[in-house]
């Protein structure tokens, strides 16, 4: 059984920080490219960051590059998402998404992931 599990979101003020995580079970975590994506309330599923397998390579989207760090810990098959200068804009439910494929780049696409968490809330206040 593969499970994605996000926790560390929560309710914080514009300027303020917060680390997410996603611990994965039910798959070899070092061999999956892993990704962050978000979700508002009528809209899309948004990318926002994503690691390829060996760590060698991450992307962000524009809106949050310089403010949030991806990363990642094979020992406790664990992703993680810093979160630095929130913005009200970054209100959403947050997702980690797993992709099976050993490929050379991070992947930015929602169809390009095999599972999915079930999402964390974070709601940034002014």
């Known amino acids: 059984q593969v499970r994605l599990v996000e926790s560390g979101g929560g309710s914080v003020q514009a300027g303020e920080s917060l680390r997410l995580s996603c611990a994965a079970s039910?798959?070899?975590?070092?061999?999956?490219?892993m990704g962050w994506f978000r979700q508002v309330p009528g809209k899309e599923r948004e990318f926002v960051a994503a690691?390829?397998?060996?760590?060698?390579?991450?992307e962000y989207t524009n809106s949050v590059k310089g403010r949030f760090t991806i990363s990642r810990d094979n020992t406790k098959s664990t992703v993680y998402l810093q979160m630095n200068s929130l913005k009200p804009d970054d209100t959403a439910v947050y997702y980690c998404?797993?992709?099976?494929?050993?490929?050379?780049?991070?992947?930015?696409?929602?169809?390009?992931?095999?599972?999915w968490g079930q999402g964390t809330q974070v709601t940034v206040s002014s």
């Open positions: 998404a797993a992709d099976s494929g050993r490929f050379t780049d991070a992947r930015t696409l929602v169809s390009q992931y095999d599972y």
């Open positions: 690691v390829n397998w060996s760590s060698l390579r991450r």
């Open positions: 039910g798959i070899i975590f070092s061999t999956y490219g």
